[in-house]
């Protein structure tokens, strides 16, 4: 499995944005899809985002449509979450994800359970 590190989280004011990266070691990041779920107190794991890892397909939840990107360096070993416009109910603990070889469609939701190496997480707080 490979080995995620997330950062780049912290307390942001509603209409503010956010980076957040994973640094992935241990495997060869090319083969990995990546991906971002968040997890707010109480409530289950959901998934944000994904990216192939042919970097040519995205996918997002609703929720942060138009208003999250997610994209990959793979030079760098790297996966990233660009979040603006972040709202309040956008707080959560934010967890990096990947799986080798990944597929997913428009009509799958990923599934915390279809991934197998997770981040240790970042919290993430928007204040209104």
């Known amino acids: 499995q490979v080995q995620l590190v997330e950062s780049g989280g912290g307390l942001v004011q509603a209409g503010g944005s956010l980076r957040l990266s994973c640094a992935a070691s241990g495997r060869t990041f090319s083969r990995y899809t990546m991906a971002w779920f968040r997890q707010a107190p109480g409530k289950e794991r959901d998934f944000v985002a994904a990216?192939?890892?042919?970097?040519?397909?995205?996918y997002y939840a609703e929720p942060v449509k138009g208003r999250f990107t997610i994209s990959r360096d793979n030079a760098k070993s790297t996966a990233y979450l660009q979040m603006n416009s972040l709202k309040p109910e956008d707080t959560a603990v934010y967890y990096c994800?990947?799986?080798?070889?990944?597929?997913?469609?428009?009509?799958?939701?990923?599934?915390?359970?279809?991934?197998?190496?997770w981040g240790q997480g970042t919290q993430v707080t928007v204040s209104s």
């Open positions: 994800a990947a799986h080798e070889y990944y597929s997913f469609t428009s009509t799958y939701v990923p599934r915390s359970g279809d991934f197998g190496s």
């Open positions: 990216i192939r890892w042919t970097a040519d397909t995205t």
